[in-house]
């Protein structure tokens, strides 16, 4: 069984004076943390279920669906009016949220969280929900995104009386709220968000209401449904992903919009704007990499995004080839554009190992050596011979790229040409995607030609940033971040030395 924290619970003891003995002598590090393979991490995932006698279980069937979101941890917290409950642990949604786990929260009431950390330790400690009590009364939150500028806001809140339990952002939002002067709660929350600065996508609970709420750029997804309940009453539920509510059967409402705060109670559903003004900043790579093609975010279909990513890739630098090949699963489906853009047959040349998932984000790496031959075989019967277009969502360090050219082409493929379906990445994020700093971005350091003869192919090209845009464009005109392309960051503040770049030469 995994190891789990429990808050709240009848019958075990509650942890949380522990984890604060233990967290007064941990330091905040605002930096993300670094990658340990040549990929970028996921960030988080968040669900909240209002109105169902069975929250608990919706939550967690929510949160499986969110689980490509992160791996690292998950909790879900219930109330029923009354109590508050809190149940997290380290490792998958299914591993921690067995029967008799979900047994231990009951209400009607839940929030859930699943997590690859972005900002503080990696352990159980920082896992979410985040509960407090505070001043305004038990408050659980989860949160996706990253908060940036937080300059002295934590220490001036440790000033003024709070107790931290973790050394996770996400916390300052509920000790902002626990200080806040204003009379109301939802005033205090709305308050409290427009104080701090980044990407925010949260969920929030109290004994009996739930809150949520985007940040004002709109950096990540939150969309609300409906279902029914066992009653046939209207449930309200909110996820980070649409794909959440094809599991749970709910109905797509809207996005919670950037800058609004959503409250749900035995009164209804009531909004409010807590900002306004700022534009819209939603990140393109969620289109890119993130999120699942069967979700609607940002009033988009990412299935329909990759697919005109992949047929603008074909028409912007096509190639003579014999077959195009996806490196799974991300590149599937801006693949499945190329070809048919580019008349070519789609192939699956490459298959992925699903099972070994978890071990690569294991701390302590023994496997790592293997490299991607424990997660990609090349099918040769598919490969050999043939001129081979590839295609992917990102080069991050090029030593993953590098070793599937070489695995293709020892597949016996006579060309191998790499496609990448977004712009050079040459910046870090700061707004919850976890990026190496610039100076191990390879694109930052190095010519697409440098880069090619590092990885090894015959060609390598990447999809232009106009037609990244043009690909996610539609008819709301939302507004991209594309900091990570461009190096031009929405927000005021960055890490100044996340962004030097290297002298290091190939
Ligand atoms: S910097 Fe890149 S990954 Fe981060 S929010 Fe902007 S587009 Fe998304």
Same mark, same amino acid.
């Given at each position: 069984?995994?190891?789990?924290?429990?808050?709240?619970?009848?019958?075990?003891?509650?942890?949380?004076?522990?984890?604060?003995?233990?967290?007064?002598?941990?330091?905040?590090?605002?930096?993300?943390?670094?990658?340990?393979?040549?990929?970028?991490?996921?960030?988080?995932?968040?669900?909240?279920?209002?109105?169902?006698?069975?929250?608990?279980?919706?939550?967690?069937?929510?949160?499986?669906?969110? %689980?490509?979101? @992160?791996?690292? $941890?998950?909790?879900?917290? &219930?109330? #029923?009016?009354?109590?508050? *409950?809190?149940?997290?642990?380290?490792?998958?949604?299914?591993?921690?949220?067995?029967?008799?786990?979900?047994?231990?929260?009951?209400?009607?009431?839940?929030?859930?969280?699943?997590?690859?950390?972005?900002?503080?330790?990696?352990?159980?400690?920082?896992?979410?929900?985040?509960?407090?009590?505070?001043?305004?009364?038990?408050?659980?939150?989860?949160?996706?995104?990253?908060?940036?500028?937080?300059?002295?806001?934590?220490?001036?809140?440790?000033?003024?009386?709070?107790?931290?339990?973790?050394?996770?952002?996400?916390?300052?939002?509920?000790?902002?709220?626990?200080?806040?002067?204003?009379?109301?709660?939802?005033?205090?929350?709305?308050?409290?968000?427009? %104080?701090?600065? @980044?990407?925010? $996508?949260?969920?929030?609970? &109290?004994? #009996?209401?739930?809150?949520? *709420?985007?940040?004002?750029?709109?950096?990540?997804?939150?969309?609300?449904?409906?279902?029914?309940?066992?009653?046939?009453?209207?449930?309200?539920?909110?996820?980070?992903?649409?794909?959440?509510?094809?599991?749970?059967?709910?109905?797509?409402?809207?996005?919670?919009?950037?800058?609004?705060?959503?409250?749900?109670?035995?009164?209804?559903?009531?909004?409010?704007?807590?900002?306004?003004?700022?534009?819209?900043?939603?990140?393109?790579?969620?289109?890119?990499?993130?999120?699942?093609?069967?979700?609607?975010?940002?009033?988009?279909?990412?299935?329909?995004?990759?697919?005109?990513?992949?047929?603008?890739?074909?028409?912007?630098?096509?190639?003579?080839?014999?077959?195009?090949?996806?490196?799974?699963?991300?590149?599937?489906?801006?693949?499945?554009?190329?070809?048919?853009?580019?008349?070519?047959?789609?192939?699956?040349?490459?298959?992925?190992?699903?099972?070994?998932?978890?071990?690569?984000?294991?701390?302590?790496?023994?496997?790592?050596?293997?490299?991607?031959?424990?997660?990609?075989?090349?099918?040769?019967?598919?490969?050999?011979?043939?001129?081979?277009?590839?295609?992917?969502?990102?080069?991050?360090?090029?030593?993953?790229?590098?070793?599937?050219?070489?695995?293709?082409?020892?597949?016996?493929?006579?060309?191998?040409?790499?496609?990448?379906?977004?712009?050079?990445?040459?910046?870090?994020?700061?707004?919850?995607?976890?990026?190496?700093?610039?100076?191990?971005?390879?694109?930052?350091?190095?010519?697409?030609?440098?880069?090619?003869?590092?990885?090894?192919?015959?060609?390598?090209?990447?999809?232009?940033?106009?037609?990244?845009?043009?690909?996610?464009?539609?008819?709301?005109?939302?507004?991209?971040?594309?900091?990570?392309?461009?190096?031009?960051?929405?927000?005021?503040?960055?890490?100044?030395?996340?962004?030097?770049?290297?002298?290091?030469?190939?």
């Amino acid at each position: 069984m995994s190891r789990l924290l429990f808050q709240g619970i009848p019958g075990f003891s509650d942890l949380s004076d522990s984890l604060r003995l233990r967290s007064s002598t941990t330091t905040h590090d605002p930096r993300p943390t670094v990658p340990d393979s040549d990929t970028l991490r996921e960030e988080c995932g968040v669900v909240a279920i209002y109105g169902h006698p069975h929250a608990a279980r919706e939550a967690y069937l929510g949160l499986y669906a969110l %689980q490509h979101r @992160g791996q690292e $941890s998950a909790g879900i917290a &219930t109330a #029923d009016g009354q109590h508050l *409950a809190n149940i997290k642990g380290m490792g998958l949604v299914s591993e921690i949220f067995t029967d008799d786990v979900l047994l231990k929260l009951p209400g009607h009431l839940a929030i859930g969280h699943t997590r690859y950390s972005t900002t503080g330790d990696s352990a159980l400690l920082n896992a979410q929900p985040i509960r407090v009590d505070s001043t305004k009364g038990l408050i659980a939150i989860a949160h996706n995104g990253n908060l940036v500028h937080l300059g002295n806001l934590r220490a001036a809140l440790e000033r003024d009386g709070a107790y931290f339990q973790t050394t996770s952002d996400s916390e300052i939002i509920v000790q902002l709220i626990a200080h806040s002067r204003a009379d109301t709660l939802v005033d205090a929350i709305a308050d409290s968000l427009s %104080q701090v600065e @980044g990407a925010f $996508s949260i969920v929030m609970m &109290t004994r #009996d209401r739930i809150f949520a *709420a985007r940040d004002p750029r709109g950096f990540r997804p939150l969309s609300m449904g409906r279902m029914k309940n066992a009653q046939g009453h209207d449930a309200i539920v909110f996820a980070s992903e649409s794909c959440a509510f094809d599991l749970l059967r709910a109905e797509f409402i809207r996005d919670v919009l950037p800058g609004e705060l959503v409250m749900v109670s035995q009164d209804g559903v009531t909004s409010r704007q807590f900002t306004s003004g700022l534009p819209q900043s939603s990140c393109v790579f969620e289109h890119v990499y993130f999120a699942r093609p069967d979700s609607r975010i940002f009033g988009r279909w990412v299935q329909e995004s990759r697919d005109q990513m992949g047929r603008q890739l074909a028409r912007e630098s096509g190639v003579p080839a014999d077959v195009v090949v996806p490196v799974p699963d991300s590149g599937v489906t801006a693949a499945l554009g190329y070809a048919e853009e580019a008349g070519l047959p789609f192939r699956m040349g490459l298959i992925r190992n699903h099972y070994v998932g978890r071990t690569f984000i294991e701390p302590e790496q023994r496997v790592r050596d293997f490299g991607v031959r424990l997660k990609l075989n090349p099918v040769h019967n598919l490969l050999a011979g043939k001129r081979v277009i590839l295609i992917d969502d990102s080069i991050i360090r090029g030593t993953t790229s590098r070793k599937i050219v070489r695995m293709v082409r020892g597949a016996g493929a006579t060309e191998v040409h790499l496609r990448i379906s977004c712009p050079p990445t040459i910046s870090p994020c700061f707004y919850g995607v976890d990026t190496p700093s610039k100076s191990e971005l390879i694109a930052a350091n190095h010519s697409v030609e440098g880069i090619r003869q590092f990885i090894e192919a015959d060609s390598l090209a990447y999809l232009s940033l106009e037609g990244l845009l043009a690909s996610v464009r539609d008819e709301h005109k939302t507004g991209y971040c594309t900091a990570c392309y461009t190096g031009n960051y929405p927000t005021q503040w960055v890490d100044v030395e996340e962004i030097l770049p290297a002298a290091a030469t190939l």
